[in-house]
């Protein structure tokens, strides 16, 4: 996405609450400046603009040749709503595709079986929140290889770019990273800590807000995989 797009998305997930400034722990055991809860993207309102933004990146993303995709999937259980809500966004911009979603464990009574949706078929992109570590891109694409599908690539609303491992013993590289490696498919964002540094840079984050900036930039140099173009 463009610049400018990535400065609304991180002032509408502020006006949202769903990121938010302080002192955090994560789950890796590191005293973190800043927290994102896509959670908290938990009304109609929130929820249809949240899918505009990931509607756009992709296609977006599509036009500049980074991507081709003829459906979407949602891991359980948060990609669900998020892959759900961007194919009503991506018709409503005339674009209409497929979709469909795993459950946790398979049904055995119904129509049974692990997925609910369309078939899966083609290039199929991956929507998520984030990626930690990246167990349910895994998931996911042994489950769309194994309909005879091809796994596109994957869109989230924010990469952290942080190494991976604890708060002592760092990976080298970070966990999107390792998934672009591992499967030989590009990893989107909406926004990335970059982004982030960026907009407390710029007037967009001027005032009280401006004085988390150098908190976050030295969360970056301690646990970050280094600003990209």
Same mark, same amino acid.
């Given at each position: 996405?463009?610049?400018?797009?990535?400065?609304?998305?991180?002032?509408?997930?502020?006006?949202?609450?769903?990121?938010?400034?302080?002192?955090?722990?994560?789950?890796? =055991? %590191?005293?973190?400046?800043?927290? /994102? @809860?896509?959670?908290?993207?938990? &009304?109609?309102?929130?929820? *249809?603009? +949240?899918?505009?933004?990931?509607?756009?990146?992709?296609?977006?993303?599509?036009?500049?040749?980074?991507?081709?995709?003829?459906?979407?999937?949602?891991?359980?259980?948060?990609?669900?709503?998020?892959?759900?809500?961007?194919?009503?966004?991506?018709?409503?911009? =005339? %674009?209409?595709?497929?979709?469909? /979603? @795993?459950?946790?464990?398979?049904? &055995?009574?119904?129509?049974? *079986?692990? +997925?609910?949706?369309?078939?899966?078929?083609?290039?199929?992109?991956?929507?998520?929140?984030?990626?930690?570590?990246?167990?349910?891109?895994?998931?996911?694409?042994?489950?769309?290889?194994?309909?005879?599908?091809?796994?596109?690539?994957?869109?989230?609303?924010?990469? %952290?770019?942080?190494?991976?491992?604890?708060?002592?013993?760092?990976?080298? &590289?970070?966990?999107?990273?390792?998934?672009?490696?591992?499967?030989?498919?590009?990893?989107?964002?909406?926004?990335?800590?970059?982004?982030?540094?960026?907009?407390?840079?710029?007037?967009?984050?001027?005032?009280?807000?401006?004085?988390?900036?150098?908190?976050?930039?030295?969360?970056?140099?301690?646990?970050?995989?280094?600003?990209?173009?």
């Amino acid at each position: 996405m463009s610049v400018a797009q990535s400065v609304e998305f991180i002032r509408f997930a502020l006006d949202a609450g769903v990121l938010s400034f302080g002192q955090f722990r994560t789950k890796a =055991g %590191r005293d973190s400046p800043y927290f /994102f @809860n896509a959670g908290l993207f938990n &009304d109609g309102a929130r929820l *249809g603009r +949240l899918a505009e933004f990931y509607a756009q990146a992709l296609l977006d993303a599509e036009a500049r040749g980074a991507i081709r995709f003829d459906m979407l999937f949602g891991p359980a259980y948060t990609g669900i709503t998020l892959a759900s809500a961007t194919a009503v966004a991506l018709a409503r911009q =005339g %674009r209409n595709v497929d979709f469909t /979603f @795993n459950r946790k464990e398979a049904k &055995d009574h119904g129509e049974g *079986g692990l +997925l609910i949706g369309a078939p899966l078929r083609g290039r199929v992109i991956i929507i998520d929140d984030v990626i930690s570590a990246g167990t349910s891109v895994r998931e996911s694409v042994d489950i769309i290889r194994a309909a005879g599908a091809e796994p596109a690539g994957v869109l989230i609303a924010l990469d %952290r770019r942080e190494r991976g491992g604890s708060a002592t013993e760092l990976t080298a &590289d970070s966990a999107v990273q390792q998934v672009q490696a591992m499967f030989g498919i590009p990893v989107l964002s909406i926004a990335s800590l970059d982004d982030l540094i960026a907009f407390l840079e710029t007037s967009a984050g001027a005032g009280d807000l401006a004085a988390h900036r150098d908190q976050v930039i030295a969360y970056r140099t301690r646990y970050g995989v280094g600003q990209t173009d």
